[in-house]
C-alpha cells in the first residue's frame, strides 16, 4: 500500500518561502510521476506542479511558473515542492499525488491520472 504524507505547511506572510515534503512509502518516487495540487476554499482542486517518472519534464501551472520549484530526493524517497515569493491566493491546502499505472512519459495534470494522494498540508498566506 502506498502512502503519502505532506509536510511543511503553514503560516506565511506575503512575499515569504515555504518548502513541502511529501514523503513516500509503499513505492519508490523514483518510479511514479509525482504532482503537486492545491485546493482554496470554495474552489476545486488544481494542478500546481508536477515531473515526469524520468524527470525529463517538469510543469507549472502559469500562477505559480518562476515562484514553485518542484524536486525529488530518491535517497529519501521524497518529493519537496519549494514555494518562493508567496502570495494571499496561494492560500490553500496542497496535496501530494503519485501515479504509476499510466506509461506515458510525460507530467500528468489530471487528477484521475494520479494513483495515490496524501491528506494534505494547509499553506496559509497573510497580506
Known amino acids: 500500500q502506498v502512502q503519502l504524507v505532506e509536510s511543511g505547511g503553514g503560516l506565511v506572510q506575503a512575499g515569504g518561502s515555504l518548502r513541502l515534503s511529501c514523503a513516500a512509502s509503499?513505492?519508490?518516487?523514483?518510479?511514479?510521476?509525482m504532482g503537486w495540487f492545491r485546493q482554496a476554499p470554495g474552489k476545486e482542486r488544481e494542478f500546481v506542479a508536477g515531473f515526469s517518472r524520468s524527470l525529463a519534464s517538469t510543469y507549472y501551472a502559469d500562477s505559480v511558473k518562476g515562484r514553485f520549484g518542484i524536486s525529488r530526493d530518491n535517497a529519501k524517497n521524497t518529493v519537496y515542492l519549494q514555494m518562493d515569493s508567496l502570495k494571499p491566493e496561494d492560500t490553500a491546502v496542497y496535496y501530494c499525488?503519485?501515479?504509476?499505472?499510466?506509461?506515458?512519459?510525460?507530467?500528468?495534470?489530471?487528477?484521475?491520472?494520479?494513483?495515490?494522494w496524501g491528506q494534505g498540508t494547509q499553506v496559509t498566506v497573510s497580506s
Open positions: 499525488a503519485a501515479a504509476w499505472r499510466l506509461t506515458t512519459l510525460g507530467v500528468l495534470r489530471r487528477e484521475y491520472e494520479y494513483d495515490a
Open positions: 509503499g513505492r519508490t518516487v523514483s518510479s511514479c510521476a
